[in-house]
């Protein structure tokens, strides 16, 4: 049965394994080019509000005042509020929001489904990776970048400054399309890997049998600010099949006979839309941002869009 | 209902054989193509309501399977032939008799009668209707049926393309003899001629034949008839002077209109005379060419128009003829002495004669001929053909019977040409005797006594035996006694010095071969050759085209070959004026009917049209993938 299924999904596989060369195309000289304008364009679109730092909830030893509280054994004295003391008669500390660097986890799927349909979903995922991974290594945040499937498969050690770009391509050109999707058990994995909370963008076309609300719901529940970048193949959609044909999943290798009409196709692409509404609506309810990027789209555009959406950076 | 294509038994077993192939086809067209999705439970939610269709589509599959099973059975169908026999045994049953007599090589009709004719007969085949069946056959001289009875129309339109003219005239009787035994027990039995009417005296063709319940049916041919032919044509050479021939020619005007006509003679393609000659209305005219020299081994006469227009009939505008061929015969005299013998001898200087006494025969060198003067050794095979004088009691080709004495030939055959020209009615003979022909023998001259001139063969060579000696009578003392030699030995070699008429187009040839030959090639004017038997030192040969012909044996003890004219010269074809009706024991065939093209009745005709149908449909729903 393995044999069998390995022989079926022959044409994935040829079709994943691309060449070197083909994957160094990905971050060309054009694709560095579009990157700086996308930073510099960034700048401009959020006016001021980019800044190296972060505010956080955590309220500490910042410069922005955040808040009063009643005067504790042990403070230090220098957070007395004098002022107040004289005009109220009352002991309280000046509160100041605490200011870290911003931690960027880009989680890239590198299941089999993104490499189906010629790779441009994979290249795609990778191309929208790198070019937000230069925005935040621009911005001076930290990013982390992890290749997951059904287990977390590769990881770029956490970095920062956008001269560590060349880093992240070569990160990017190691990840090969491979296995089944587990974003539950992977998510789990990786928050118990990342334990300073952050942005986690996850770039996928979150094809998970299990379902991928676990793992979108596994990154909340665990303080990470999720971040979904829906990658989209129309083409999934619109199949030009006929008649009797055997389908196979080709992650998990699942075999169903199937009649092919065009009322069929017509409820085919009806379920597909259908699927994607399901994760935006669910992104949505729970206040996570959500990006489909169509991989006929040039990534620069989608990350203008992605920008202009908001959530990314704030 | 029957099958006329192939029967039950096999259509069955090919059935059985197709049938389970189809169905391995269908099992292996059953397997399913792979296709990778990227995400199967989409595919799970929408399939959860298609279940419900799941019986829709296998009967989809079956329609496939059924659509295939029913273009084998429609294919197989129409292999049988399938036909209603009420409609097979009430279809008419026809014979077309199709003139392809030399008349039919006019030009009236462009490009000749023959094309309009087979044009009609296409117009019969295609009229045809699908239980009718059609047999075509070609008139000529012979009758040679080009098809068989049937009502396959590419069988009989290649007939019909078959058909071709010939240098003969038609023999309409043994037509009629050939339609009547083919109708014979069928149903609707018809016979149509299709003819220019140049059939000779048809009264005479339909004389003894009952008609009976067959339809005869008449399709003329032909506009208009000018013609004027040669119709004799001969040529020989002098007996005594074999250097020098005469020739006899007729010329003949068919027309009611005087023609004048320009009539050339050719010898070996040379010019040798050309002549303006005036015909009245219907006139024939002979002409002589007398004392001709020359060493011309062909001749050849032509005629046409003085004006330089064509007649209608070109085929009679030509004839043909071959001089007998001018060789030295090598003749051996045993004889003890015969002055009268010898001197008959001399008269021919294409002689080679040499004299030899009994004794020393027989001698080493090969002879034509050999004279036996009074004696009759064993023959010897290389001294020829043998020409006996006086028979002796023993040892001669036939045995002698009791002696007579003062007698003469009382009778004697006129037509032999050993003693033509010859006067034998006052010839006395003082004795000799009676001869005693064998089977097969001829006797040439007898007198009431008894024969006294015999001709035979024996062992493949010819003889003559004269009963008494020649001295013993006036015969040496007459004109007929060198023409009885020379008559003699020219009968021996072949060389006939009366009239050579040419063959005659038409009649059965014996040409004239080898007598041991069993096997000759005959080489016709188109230089097209074929292998003809030789029976009894004759090569037999219907022949059917004018003009020079070639017969050859190859074998021992050499090569032989001889050359030969046919004519046409037949002024019956050469008459061609149309006839517009003809009419045959009482009654005049009339134009056939019911030869309207239209719908066959043929089923397998639809069968197949079917197949193509249900072809085309399993096409477009395999390819619009209903039906997989």
Redesign the interface.
């Known amino acids: 049965m393995l044999d069998v299924f390995r022989r079926?999904?022959a044409?994935?596989s040829r079709r994943m394994g691309r060449t070197r060369a083909e994957a160094e195309d990905l971050f060309d000289d054009e694709f560095q080019r579009k990157l700086e304008t996308l930073a510099i364009v960034s700048r401009r679109v959020f006016a001021g509000n980019m800044r190296a730092e972060r505010r956080t909830k955590k309220k500490g030893s910042g410069v922005e005042f955040a808040d009063h509280r009643n005067y504790a054994p042990g403070d230090d004295f220098r957070y007395v509020d004098w002022n107040v003391y004289q005009r109220f008669g009352r002991l309280l500390v000046r509160l100041y929001e605490e200011e870290e660097d911003l931690s960027i986890y880009f989680i890239v799927d590198c299941s089999s489904?993104m490499a189906?349909?010629d790779n441009k979903k994979f290249d795609q995922a990778r191309r929208l990776c790198a070019a937000l991974a230069y925005v935040g290594l621009a911005n001076l945040d930290r990013v982390t970048i992890v290749g997951v499937n059904d287990e977390v498969i590769a990881r770029m050690p956490t970095t920062r400054g956008k001269g560590r770009i060349f880093k992240v391509f070569d990160f990017l050109r190691t990840l090969k399309p491979d296995g089944t999707t587990e974003l539950r058990e992977t998510m789990k994995t990786f928050v118990a890997q990342h334990k300073r909370r952050g942005l986690a963008v996850l770039i996928s076309?979150l094809?998970d049998?299990a379902g991928f609300e676990g793992g979108i719901n596994m990154l909340r529940f665990n303080k990470f600010e999720p971040y979904v970048l829906h990658i989209v193949?129309p083409r999934?959609s619109r199949?030009t099949?006929?008649?009797?044909?055997?389908?196979?999943?080709?992650?998990?290798g699942?075999?169903?006979?199937?009649?092919?009409?065009p009322k069929?196709l017509e409820?085919?692409q009806r379920?597909?839309g259908e699927?994607r509404e399901q994760v935006e609506r669910f992104c949505i309810a729970r206040q996570v941002p959500y990006f489909a990027a169509d991989v006929d789209t040039p990534f620069d555009e989608l990350v203008l869009r992605v920008f202009r959406r908001g959530g990314f950076l704030r | 209902m029957f099958l006329a294509g192939l029967p039950l038994a096999t259509l069955l077993t090919i059935g059985a054989a197709a049938g389970a192939l189809v169905l391995v086809f269908y099992i292996l067209k059953l397997r399913r193509r792979p296709v990778a999705v990227p995400f199967s439970p989409i595919w799970e939610r929408i399939l959860r309501d298609k279940e419900a269709t799941t019986l829709f589509s296998q009967l989809k599959r079956i329609l496939s399977l059924l659509l295939q099973l029913l273009l084998l059975t429609l294919m197989l169908l129409a292999l049988g032939d399938p036909r209603l026999r009420a409609i097979v045994t009430g279809g008419r049953n026809v014979v077309v008799l199709v003139d392809a007599s030399a008349s039919m090589k006019a030009t009236d009709e462009k490009p000749s009668r023959l094309d309009a004719a087979k044009a009609e007969v296409r117009k019969l085949v295609t009229g045809l209707g699908g239980s009718d069946r059609l047999l075509i056959a070609r008139m000529d001289a012979a009758l040679t049926p080009l098809s068989t009875m049937t009502g396959e129309i590419p069988d009989l339109q290649k007939a019909v393309d078959e058909i071709s003219a010939t240098d003969t005239r038609a023999d309409l009787r043994r037509g009629l003899s050939f339609g009547l035994d083919s109708l014979r027990g069928l149903s609707k039995p018809e016979i149509i001629v299709v003819s220019d009417g140049a059939l000779g005296d048809v009264t005479e063709a339909a004389r003894g034949l009952d008609l009976g319940g067959v339809e005869l049916t008449f399709v003329p041919i032909g506009k208009s008839g000018k013609n004027v032919a040669i119709t004799e044509f001969s040529v020989r050479r002098y007996p005594l002077d074999k250097s020098r021939y005469e020739v006899m020619l007729e010329v003949t005007n068919t027309n009611a209109e005087p023609a004048n006509v320009e009539l050339t003679l050719l010898g070996d393609g040379e010019v040798v005379d050309l002549t303006r000659l005036a015909l009245g209305p219907n006139e024939r005219l002979p002409r002589f060419y007398k004392d001709l020299a020359g060493a011309s081994r062909t001749l050849e006469a032509r005629i046409r128009l003085a004006d330089g227009s064509a007649d209608a009939l070109p085929s009679d505008d030509h004839a043909y003829a071959l001089m007998p061929e001018r060789r030295r015969s090598r003749v051996l005299v045993v004889t003890p002495g015969n002055t009268y013998l010898e001197a008959a001898l001399l008269l021919d200087e294409y002689l080679d004669v040499t004299l030899i006494p009994p004794a020393k025969y027989p001698p080493s060198d090969a002879y034509d001929v050999t004279i036996f003067d009074g004696v009759a050794p064993p023959l010897a095979k290389h001294t020829g053909s043998a020409l006996y004088l006086a028979v002796p009691e023993k040892g001669g080709p036939v045995a002698t019977g009791k002696r007579i004495e003062m007698f003469g030939f009382d009778t004697w055959d006129k037509k032999s040409p050993i003693v033509r020209f010859t006067a034998l009615g006052d010839i006395q003979v003082a004795h000799g005797y009676a001869l005693k022909p064998e089977q097969g023998d001829r006797v040439i001259g007898a007198s009431d006594l008894g024969p006294i001139l015999v001709a035979g063969r024996r062992a493949g060579r010819k003889f003559v035996a004269l009963g008494f000696d020649p001295r013993e009578s006036d015969f040496v003392l007459r004109v007929a006694w060198p023409l009885f030699v020379l008559n003699t030995i020219n009968d021996f070699v072949e060389e006939d010095t009366g009239y050579v008429s040419s063959f005659r187009t038409g009649d059965v040839w014996q040409i004239p071969a080898p007598s041991a030959a069993e096997i000759a090639t005959l080489e016709d004017p188109s230089g097209h050759k074929r292998r003809v038997p030789v029976k009894e030192g004759r090569a037999v040969y219907l022949g059917d085209q004018a003009g020079f012909y070639k017969l050859s044996v190859e074998g021992e003890p050499e090569p032989f070959t001889t050359m030969f004219a046919a004519n046409l010269a037949d002024l019956e074809e050469s008459r061609i004026e149309p006839k517009r009706e003809l009419s045959l024991a009482g009654k005049t065939a009339i134009a056939p009917a019911g030869f309207t093209p239209g719908v066959r009745r043929e089923l397998w005709l639809y069968l197949l049209g079917a197949v193509l149908i249900v072809s085309v449909l399993e096409w477009v729903t395999y390819h619009r993938r209903i039906t997989v």
Do not use: H, Q
């Not at chain 1, 099949?241 to 998990?252: A, F, M, Q, S």
């Not at chain 1, 699942?254 to 009409?261: C, F, G, P, Q, S």
């Open positions: 079926v999904t044409p994935v489904s189906f349909g076309d094809y049998p193949d999934e199949l099949l006929k008649g009797n044909v055997r389908i196979y999943d080709c992650e998990t699942d075999e169903r006979e199937v009649t092919v009409t069929l409820r085919m379920a597909w699927y």
